[in-house]
C-alpha cells in the first residue's frame, strides 16, 4: 500500500538555527499537508497547499514557516528560525483531492527537537 | 466544523468487541465522518470512513444512525497491539483542514 514518507525521523537543531523537513506525499494525490503536535497535546493543522500555492494556514504558520514542492515528488516544511516551542512532531499529510470524503494520508512524522 | 463529543478513554480485554462511540449533533448535509487511529510517536492512520448507514473494512464497521448525529467505530476482538488513541472526525475546514480533538485512548489489557 502507497504511504506518505517522511525525512529525518528525528532532527535536532540549535535554536535560532533553520530546519527543513521533507516529505513524499503518495504520488497520485493533488492535496498536501502538514501537521504538529506537542508531545501530550492535539494534532494542530499548520498548512495546506494545493496547485503549487498555500490553500489554508492556521495561525501557528508565521512568517518563520515556509512550504515548498521542489520537484514532483517532494513536499517540505522549513522553519527559517527555530524557537524552543517549535520543538514538537511534525507530520505531513496528502490526499487525493481536498473534499471531506477523501481521507488524508499521515506520514510517522520528524520528532524535531530544539535545544 | 460539527463539534464532537468522545470518550476520554477505554479498557478493553484482548479478544473482545470495542465500541466506541462519537456524538456530533450538529454534522453538515455534506460532512463524512473519518475515524483515524494513532499508536505513539506515529502519525495518525486512517482506519475507516462513512456517510451513513455501515461501513466494514478489514479493521473496523462504522455504525451511523438515519439522524447522523452520532456513529459507532467498532473493533472486533481486539489484541494488544489495538493499544491506541482513536479519532472521530467530522468534515473538513477551510482548506480541508482537519480538526483533531483529544480522542479515546483505548487500553486493551491481556
Known amino acids: 500500500e502507497p504511504e506518505v514518507t517522511q525525512t529525518p525521523s528525528h532532527q535536532v537543531t540549535q535554536m535560532g538555527q533553520e530546519v527543513i523537513l521533507r516529505c513524499v506525499p503518495i504520488?497520485?494525490?493533488?492535496?498536501f499537508y502538514w501537521y504538529r503536535q506537542i508531545l501530550g497535546q492535539k494534532v494542530e493543522f499548520l498548512v495546506s497547499f494545493y496547485n503549487n500555492e498555500i490553500s489554508e494556514k492556521s495561525e501557528i504558520f508565521d512568517d518563520q514557516f515556509s512550504v515548498e514542492r521542489p520537484d514532483g515528488s517532494n513536499f517540505t516544511l522549513k522553519i527559517r528560525s527555530t524557537k524552543l516551542e517549535d520543538s514538537a512532531m511534525y507530520f505531513c499529510?496528502?490526499?487525493?483531492?481536498?473534499?471531506?470524503?477523501?481521507?488524508?494520508?499521515f506520514g510517522d512524522g520528524t520528532r524535531l527537537s530544539i535545544l | 466544523l460539527a463539534k464532537t463529543t468522545q470518550p476520554i478513554s477505554m479498557d478493553s480485554y484482548e479478544g473482545q468487541e470495542v465500541n466506541i462511540t462519537c456524538s456530533h449533533n450538529n454534522i453538515a448535509t455534506n460532512d463524512y465522518i473519518t475515524w483515524y487511529q494513532q499508536f505513539p510517536s506515529q502519525g495518525p492512520r486512517f482506519i475507516i470512513q462513512g456517510y451513513k448507514t455501515k461501513v466494514t473494512n478489514e479493521v473496523a464497521s462504522l455504525f451511523i444512525p438515519a439522524d447522523r448525529k452520532s456513529s459507532t467505530l467498532s473493533l472486533p476482538r481486539v489484541s494488544l497491539s489495538d493499544t491506541a488513541v482513536y479519532y472521530c472526525l467530522v468534515g473538513v475546514q477551510a482548506g480541508n483542514m482537519l480538526t483533531f480533538g483529544g480522542g479515546t485512548r483505548l487500553m486493551v489489557k491481556p
Open positions: 504520488s497520485n494525490h493533488l492535496y
Open positions: 499529510a496528502s490526499s487525493v483531492r481536498p473534499n471531506s470524503n477523501q481521507p488524508q494520508h
